[in-house]
């Protein structure tokens, strides 16, 4: 059976259609959830695309976080079920804290748009398993809200727990604690990420490569086999 993934739309979601055709590609069927979906359509796992979601008014995130689908989408996360965050979407995460710290203004206050070098820190969550850590990968980056702040108690944990998922490499693009891109909680089926995998699946698009493609065939891999 095929293995099924939503992708949430919120109002100002930019890169839905470009989830769907990554998770497409990776070889499972996206699935549309939109915003005030009670129910999350029993799919396997969710994505949280990136965008403005709601304008990024009052916070990135910040009101999103209350929309319908999260209600069901809080409840099964902490059951297990494997979601990723993509830039807005890691925005969210954060909101809704499923995963620690929080989101802030890059510390240059301008947007950005870079192919961006990230380590790979975390190769066993359930979105970076077809990873090796250590690895050295190239993802599109595009943000104003992209600098990653927790206090240090929470920056601490991280860092001992082996839950920074990724990490910049040669510059700082916005001015993170750590210069951390990303992080997974606990259990390792959430995890959230500022740069954007799904446009660097094709190597006609993004940064020419498909850096980004194992997050979706690690995903996939995870469900067949579980």
Not at 40 to 56: E, N, R
Not at 162 to 173: E, K, M, T
Request: aromatic share 6%.
């Amino acid at each position: 059976m095929t293995a099924r993934i939503g992708v949430v739309t919120f109002p100002g979601s930019l890169d839905d259609r470009d989830t769907q055709r990554a998770i497409r590609l990776a070889g499972a069927e996206p699935v549309a959830l939109w915003h005030k979906d009670k129910d999350l359509k029993q799919v396997d796992a969710v994505v949280l695309c990136g965008g403005f979601s709601y304008g990024d008014y009052l916070r990135a995130g910040a009101i999103a976080r209350f929309s319908p689908v999260m209600e069901p989408l809080l409840e099964q996360a902490k059951a297990g079920l494997p979601v990723l965050g993509i830039c807005n979407g890691f925005q969210i995460l954060t909101e809704a804290h499923l995963l620690p710290g929080t989101m802030l203004r890059n510390n240059h206050l301008h947007f950005i748009c870079r192919d961006q070098k990230l380590r790979v820190e975390n190769a066993e969550t359930a979105w970076t398993s077809d990873y090796t850590a250590g690895q050295e990968i190239h993802i599109p980056l595009k943000n104003i809200d992209g600098q990653y702040v927790a206090d240090q108690h929470t920056l601490d944990a991280l860092e001992a727990e082996g839950r920074v998922a990724f990490r910049y490499l040669d510059v700082n693009p916005n001015g993170s604690n750590n210069d951390i891109a990303g992080v997974t909680n606990e259990a390792g089926n959430v995890v959230g990420l500022m740069p954007h995998p799904e446009h660097a699946v094709e190597p006609l698009i993004g940064t020419g490569r498909t850096d980004g493609l194992p997050f979706f065939t690690s995903i996939l891999k995870k469900l067949v086999n579980a």
